[in-house]
């Protein structure tokens, strides 16, 4: 089982899930010789792979990036597994990419779009936030005042989402799966301010509402999962190893 991006945050756990579950990985980065964009050392990397999980990611908060990032990686990868021979192609992408108009998200929705027109057997798996991010978004605000905006999610578990799919790219197919997401919903800020204080950190975090449709998209729910959701149960609480079980 070939994963691309296989050394990002769920990328690294999905190749421990795949250890597990005895199968061997192969990891597709630019660190392991492998440049998703360029296709160079694709064909050599899913020489006799059999399952494709795509957990390829860029850092970038501009549309155009993003989208050529996701049309460049995902046509790459979808040719040379056509190439290969590959039986299942399974792609991460993130609940409310369809409906939520953040300039990532307009990637992902392009990624999605290669993936059901690309002419390999297909299966989405669409999650939701890491309870990560909040920390994500922490070290990369400088200073003593830390700027998150206001966000209603349903954060879930790597480890745990990194389990399921593997056991989903095992199996044959499905087309779009089941939302995937966490036990409880919480403001992003008050994470962010959780993360701080289990780390004796004195600074602070400053709520910063998004605006415009973006915001009302995400103030309408529309980060949270949909109605058949897969639910995992890890709490934010227990990652963070506080030791409370607080609810949304």
Sequence with gaps: MAVAGGTGVLGARIVEAVRNH????VVIARSQGVDLTTGAGLDRALDGVDVVVDASNVTTLRTKPAIAFFEAACGQLLAAEQRAGVRHHLAVSIVGCDRVDVPYYLGKRRQEELVRAGGMPWTIVRATQFHEFAGQLLERARGPVALVPKMLTQPVAAHQLAELLVRVALGEPQGLAPDVGGPEQHQLPDLARRVLDRDGSRRRVLAVPVPGRTGRQ???????????????????????????????
């Design 22 to 25: 005895g199968a061997t990985p």
């Design 218 to 248: 995400i103030g309408d729910g529309g980060l949270l999962t949909g109605e058949g959701a897969t639910i995992l149960d890890e709490t934010f609480d227990t990652w963070l190893g506080v030791g409370r079980q607080t609810g949304a």
